[in-house]
């Protein structure tokens, strides 16, 4: 609240002569002490000093001695007072807006159009200084009133009457005034907003996150608390975490979206994600297995019959990444086959259609006998396991080496055309491989794992891949009953 301070007596017009006079600091105001004057401090607030320091249109810096006459504040401006012998003082709210300096170089229009759009912004300027004048006094007696309520409740245990009639502000009270009609606030405890609620059970569910029921979320979000406790400092809980994750890997929506969605910042949702999918791949990094060679054998379909022996069906997949600054990581990733930067992995799918093998990302230039040799899933196999590849995998001398045998659809070489056997052999090989193709078009059903990979993600591809995996693993399978 601007500080205040009486009038003095003027003694002369020369402010020279005269040390102990008091005069206005506003540019082109003349105002000295005298009767009837009364000079303000600036306020200490500093926002309201500064609004203060601009309607004044002060160029110099504002000291401890600067005063600001009444005659730059409107009556509102000023606290109503009980007697008018006391000292007024300003509300703290007030802004000075009466005779305020005008610019020499400011171009003063006298039209009769200007004049009235002057009278209109002075009535409006009125009209608002009224209105928060009378809010202002209105919140003085509803303070009053309530701390009078308060005291009378603590020194009185009589019971009142419902049809008491509550007295109004002491300049208006009486007994015959009218009674004030109550007033309560009535408030609606909504439940917070969370994609759990707006997802029914059902295909929605699917779609958005790859997951078949809640039972099936509930049970991933207890492994994932056994990793991550519960706590209330964060922002969201294991639930909405895995939700989170689950969206973004089905989806690959924005962070701005997933943001208005779970109720929380574009950055945060990133450092949700990245820690999430690496808790996610720890805790479904036992979906992705290579089964044993009994259960490979109990499920072997039809199409398969005349390759029982088929342990695993190899194939690579590839996604787009962004164009990497390194010039080196540029040559790596550079798919001569795609026609861009590329990811490269090695996918393992048993014959019934589960995936059972994945390998870590390479670059797009690296070869499909590269991958599955550093991968080593060929020492996992059995003596005269069968291996079920492309025609790219040039790995024969690989799988002679471990007694094991090689499936894979004949060259045409120099040859015209293949022969009678070479052909039906090809039809059967590819007739069992598009149920594996199937397996891999449900990994890329992810849409992170077909868009452009962003070069912040390319470090946290490995658990992707491996958490998209295991949740096509605990999706519906590829093959119905009749077809084994």
């Known amino acids: 609240m601007a500080s205040d301070e009486a009038g003095m007596d003027q003694e002369g017009p020369k402010r020279a002569k005269l040390s102990n006079t008091t005069y206005c600091c506003v540019p082109q105001c003349n105002v000295y002490s005298g009767e009837g004057v009364r000079f303000h401090h600036f306020p200490k607030d500093l926002k309201l000093r500064l609004q203060w320091k601009t ?3 002060m160029g110099k810096k504002i000291t401890d001695y600067d005063r600001v006459c009444n005659a730059h504040f409107l009556p509102t401006d000023y606290i109503p007072q009980a007697k008018p012998s006391l000292v007024k003082r300003l509300k703290s709210i007030a802004v000075p807006s009466q005779k305020l300096p005008i610019r020499r170089h400011d ?5 009769p159009q200007k004049k009235l759009k002057q009278a209109r912004k002075r009535r409006a300027e009125n009209r608002e200084a009224s209105r928060l004048s009378a809010e202002n006094d209105r919140s003085m007696h509803e303070d009053a009133n309530l701390s009078n309520e308060t005291n009378e409740n603590n020194n009185s245990h009589e019971e009142v009457d419902d049809n008491t009639t509550a007295t109004g502000p002491p300049e208006t009270g009486g007994e015959n005034a009218p009674a004030a009609p109550a007033c309560k ?9 969370s994609l759990k609620t707006l997802l029914p059970e059902g295909s929605k569910l699917c779609t958005f996150t790859g997951l078949t029921s809640y039972k099936l979320l509930d049970k991933i979000v207890l492994c994932v608390t ?5 706590s209330s400092k964060m922002n969201l809980t294991n639930t909405e975490r895995v939700l989170l994750c689950l969206t973004k890997l089905r989806l690959n929506m924005s962070y701005a979206s997933l943001s208005v969605f779970f109720g929380i910042s574009d950055e945060t949702c990133s450092k949700y994600f990245r820690h999430t999918v690496q808790v996610l791949a720890e805790v479904l990094k036992g979906l992705v297995k290579l089964p044993s060679l009994e259960e490979t054998r109990r499920n072997i379909p039809k199409c398969f019959r005349r390759y029982s022996y088929t342990r695993i069906v190899l194939d690579c997949m590839e996604i ?3 164009k990497p600054r390194c010039l080196k990581e540029r040559i790596m990733t550079y798919s001569q086959y795609k026609g861009r930067h590329t990811l490269k992995a090695c996918v393992g799918v048993s014959p019934s259609g589960m995936i059972i093998f994945l390998s870590k990302f390479y670059g797009g230039r690296a070869s499909d006998k590269r991958i599955v040799v550093d991968s080593e899933i060929l020492d996992s196999l059995e003596f005269r396991d069968g291996v079920m590849v492309d025609k790219g995998f040039m790995i024969e001398k690989e799988c002679i080496e471990r007694n094991l045998r090689m499936i894979r659809p004949p060259f045409l070489s120099k040859k015209k055309a293949l022969s009678k056997a070479e052909a039906i052999r090809t039809a059967e090989i590819a007739r069992a491989r598009v149920h594996v193709e199937r397996s891999i078009k449900q990994i890329r059903d992810y849409a992170i794992m077909t868009d452009q990979v962003s070069s912040y993600l390319v470090p946290y591809m490995n658990d992707i891949a491996l958490v998209c995996a295991a949740m096509v693993n605990l999706s519906s399978p590829i ?4 077809k084994f």
């Open 479 to 482: 093959l119905a009953m009749d």
């Open 55 to 57: 309607v004044l249109r």
């Open 226 to 230: 056994q990793i991550i406790p519960e």
């Open 107 to 111: 171009v003063v229009d006298s039209s």
């Open 320 to 322: 787009p990444v962004e």
């Open 185 to 193: 606030e009535k408030t609606t405890q909504t439940e917070k907003f």
